[in-house]
């Protein structure tokens, strides 16, 4: 038999979870089309957590170094799509995501923890250097989004631990990219998908980043890569020589699959070609 809770505070979802390191259940449409096959077990115990009224808000964070949005674990993802401060770059990859049935039901922060290679809103929160929260009744500590998911459908979260929030900074780019390769527009599971941002101020590469998803095991960024871009001269971006460097550099960094979706060899040339266009037409 398998014990079930819905605790409507975040002291005693935490409390239950420590003591049966219980399957978290948030909007559960992951969790669903897994199957419950592994609750059988009778030691095991489910903790919904779409009751917990504490975790469903979204707040700007003014005391950090840089303004950080705080984004509670129980905020769906049609949450974020209808929320003024949220940007740009999240709506839209919310907005892709299945069908609005879903998306009310769905929530961010699983779509984090169940760290699928596919998961669209991971390239906008690695681009956006998010950070999770993690509480559990000894206290709280958190991990930047690379540092928590260290595979394909792994994460660092110990069994006592609830995600409580993800943060994430609000950089501003003037011409910014997002595109999604699925077999149709709605409803569509990811093939692979871009997001860059870049911005220019007086004539100089103030801020340029970018990241792929669903062509290697989890998100491609390379900060190095794009600090090296940063406080050059965009007159560098209109050059034929630094965009094949741009591109044979990510071209060595992502590692395509073939799987029922499609092939590595498409996933690769959409990827790499999508990313050339971008460059091709900043400015
Ligand atoms: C028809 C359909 C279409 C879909 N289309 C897409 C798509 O286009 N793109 C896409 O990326 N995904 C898609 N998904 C997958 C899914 O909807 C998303 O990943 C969604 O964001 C998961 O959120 P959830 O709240 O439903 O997570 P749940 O199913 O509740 O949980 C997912 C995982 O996260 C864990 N978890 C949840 N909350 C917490 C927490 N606070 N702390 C610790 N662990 C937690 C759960 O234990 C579970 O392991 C689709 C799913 C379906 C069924």
């Known amino acids: 038999m398998v014990n079930v809770y819905r605790p409507t505070k975040l002291d005693k979802a935490l409390e239950l979870n420590a003591i049966h390191c219980a399957t978290l259940f948030a909007g559960g449409t992951d969790l669903m089309v897994q199957g419950m096959t592994h609750y059988d077990d009778s030691d095991n115990a489910v903790v919904f957590l779409d009751d917990i009224v504490e975790i469903k ?24 799509t209808a929320h003024e401060s949220v940007p740009p770059m999240i709506k839209d990859a919310a907005k892709r995501i299945a069908a609005p049935a879903l998306r009310n039901r769905a929530t961010l922060v699983g779509n984090i923890c169940n760290a699928s290679p596919a998961a669209d809103m991971l390239p906008a929160l690695y681009l956006l250097d998010a950070r999770v929260e993690l509480s559990s ?33 609000l950089p501003m780019f003037d011409d910014y990219l997002y595109h999604k390769v699925g077999t149709r527009k709605a409803n569509a599971l990811t093939k692979l998908s871009i997001l860059a941002g870049v911005r220019i101020e007086s004539g100089i590469i103030q801020d340029w980043r970018l990241t792929f998803g669903a062509i290697g095991p989890t998100v491609v960024r390379n900060v190095e890569f794009e600090q090296g871009l940063i406080g050059q001269s965009a007159a560098i971006l209109q050059q034929a020589e630094t965009i094949d460097k741009i591109i044979d550099f990510y071209s060595q960094k992502i590692a395509p699959i073939d799987d029922h979706r499609s092939t590595a060899e498409y996933r690769r040339c959409a990827a790499l070609n999508l990313l050339r266009r971008w460059l091709e037409n900043i400015g």
């Open 57 to 80: 808000g979204i707040e700007l964070n003014n005391q950090t170094r840089e303004p950080r949005l705080v984004i509670g674990a129980g905020v769906t993802l049609y949450e974020l």
């Open 137 to 169: 009744p000894g206290g709280k500590r958190e991990l930047a989004i690379e540092e928590f998911i260290s595979g394909p459908g792994q994460t660092l979260r110990l069994a006592d631990e609830i995600v409580t929030s993800v943060s994430l900074t």
